[in-house]
């Protein structure tokens, strides 16, 4: 059984007083700063110029610095800008202007798994990975939750470092949900593998092909968009809620017995298969090395890729459906 915190497990004393820097002001970035502080932890956020995130967190009250300036002065410096820019902030910006002993933090284990980044043995160096998307971190733990987090620690130097971890957990309100304890190489495979072949690959490209397959049969686009596509989050708010067995309790017999037949017929071994695939490149490194060569090129595959995406039949479709979708969305 997995070792996992909540909210009597965590205390914020271990970092009360311990100057963090939060560098980045992007989805996790600004979600992590302002709960952490709203929380009553002593946060500086760090950022490389005077751009959007600049503005961003100024109107949010957090007076930004440089990073070398946020660096500097911290006692804990947590790394929440994009992963292929980690390697390049921490040789240039962090290792030669760090104080000795500071912890480094991680929001997932890519840098410190694929050895992309080798902090010092002197570092307490441990992670807190969200399993939710940035905006969703700072809505949850506004409305009283939390969204759940896994917690590893890759150096223990002073021997607090899972307290530690458990401290941020806690400000960033993950223990409200629950915080499971793994490694730095079991978040980064299984994160990766899941957003490739469910969560942002899998689930995008379903839904898409299954919108295309009613678009060429011949029904109305917008007929095509509302089934295949915009009635998902209802589905998928049922999972969370209740499970998918609890899901299947609010669906009509009908859609229980063609769904459970079909969807079998659907996924079958051949996905499986692929899915094996996916992982397989994941676990063995070629995934990071064809990420690394790519982000090294300027990304143009993936550039190409979200046009493609952004100018595709379902994509406008639904951006004209959305104003007639959002009135019918919940206040709050
Ligand atoms: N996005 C998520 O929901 C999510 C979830 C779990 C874990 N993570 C992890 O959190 C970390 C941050 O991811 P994110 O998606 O929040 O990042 P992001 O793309 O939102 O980061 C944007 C921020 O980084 C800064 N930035 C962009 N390029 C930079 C560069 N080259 N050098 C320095 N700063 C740069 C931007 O100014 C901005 O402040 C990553 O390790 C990621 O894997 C993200
Ligand atoms: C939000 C996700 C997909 O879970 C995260 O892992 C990311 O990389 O953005
Ligand atoms: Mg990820
Ligand atoms: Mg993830």
Redesign the pocket.
Known sequence: MAKIYTEKDADLSPLLGKKIAVL??????RAWALNLRDSGMNIIVG??RK?E?WKRAEQDGIFPQLTEDAVREADVII?????M?QRT?YLEKVKPIMKSGVDLV???G?NIHYKLIEPPLTSDVYMI??KG??PTVREYYMRGGGVPALVAVHQDVSGSALKKALAIAKGIGATRAGVIETTFKEETETDLIGEQTVLVGGISELLRAAFTNLVELGYQPEVSYFEAINEMKMIVDLIYEKGITGMMTAVSDTAKYGGLTVGKKLIDDNVKRKMREAAQRVRDGSFANEWIEEYNKGMPTMKSMLEDLKNSKEEQVGAALRELALRGKPKS
């Not at 790394?79 to 992963?83: A, E, G, H, K, T």
């Open positions: 980045g002001y992007g989805s996790q970035g950022l490389e751009g995130s790394f929440l800008i994009p992963d820019a902030v991680f929001a997932h890519f990975a969200p998307p940035g």
